[in-house]
């Protein structure tokens, strides 16, 4: 049985990963991707895209925020990595925008002292 009963449910093997996620056919979310590895953010993008999500891609921070108004994503994908702005700046002025959106940080930094930022 689907696991999203009244929606498509979606799979694929990415990296020798497999993942699943429903496409919810009514629903255009826009979702901002900041990363600075182009590699990564287009994979990001085909997946979501994919899903039936409207993704538009951001190397850095500062493009980013230049572009950026409140309610013109519905959801934040943050790369702490980025050069020059990084993540938690990045996520600092954006809440001086827009205190609501929701943020997804992620990071490639595995560290100890990279978690306890």
């Not at 013109?72 to 990595?81: K, Q, R």
């Not at 702005?85 to 929701?102: A, H, I, N, S």
């Amino acid at each position: 049985m689907p696991r999203c009963p009244i929606v498509e449910d979606l799979s694929a093997t990415v990296l020798g990963f497999e993942l699943t996620w429903c496409r919810l056919p009514t629903v255009m979310i826009r979702i901002a991707v900041i990363e600075d590895e182009r590699d990564s953010a287009e994979m990001l993008q085909l997946l979501l895209s994919q899903a039936a999500y409207e993704a538009r891609l951001f190397s850095g921070g500062a493009e980013f925020l230049r572009s950026f108004r409140g309610g013109s994503f519905d959801l934040i994908v943050l790369d702490i990595g980025l050069p020059e702005m990084d993540g938690y700046e990045t996520f600092d002025q954006l809440r001086k925008t827009d205190k609501d959106v929701p943020v997804i940080a992620f990071t490639g930094y595995a560290f100890p002292h990279d978690r306890d930022k």
